[in-house]
Nanobody, 124 residues
Framework: QVQLVESGGGLVQAGGSLSVSCAAS????????MGWFRQAPGKEREFVAA????????YYADSVKGRFTISRDNAKNSVFLQMNNLKPEDTAVYYC?????????????????WGQGTQVTVSS
């Protein structure tokens, strides 16, 4: 079992910045991927970014590329999402997710564990 606890998020004006973090605990092993997804009201959950713990490779959705940065802290077993130049369309509940193995994935169904979600609201 893996537990994911998120923190951060909040309310910001368009053009501002926010960060969210996710701490993993339990049986993570040493070879896994942590990703960020988001879900706006009435929409499906969508991929935002992912990071592979084995080689530090990353992948981003086109909609956030150049504005969001995913990073990690090995000592804290945590992953972070720094969000800059935020837009109203970034408003959503942001979820941290975990999957075993090294392969990055954009599909929610391929992640085994999820955090509780944290709200990010961007006002225009």
């Amino acid at each position: 079992q893996v537990q994911l606890v998120e923190s951060g998020g909040g309310l910001v004006q368009a053009g501002g910045s926010l960060s969210v973090s996710c701490a993993a605990s339990g049986r993570t092993g040493s070879n896994y991927v942590m990703g960020w997804f988001r879900q706006a009201p009435g929409k499906e959950r969508e991929f935002v970014a992912a990071l592979s713990w084995s080689d530090d490779s990353t992948y981003y959705a086109d909609s956030v590329k150049g504005r969001f940065t995913i990073s990690r802290d090995n000592a804290k077993n945590s992953v972070f999402l720094q969000m800059n130049n935020l837009k109203p369309e970034d408003t959503a509940v942001y979820y941290c997710a975990f999957r075993g193995g090294w392969r990055l994935s954009v599909f929610p169904r391929e992640y085994d564990y999820w955090g509780q979600g944290t709200q990010v609201t961007v006002s225009s």
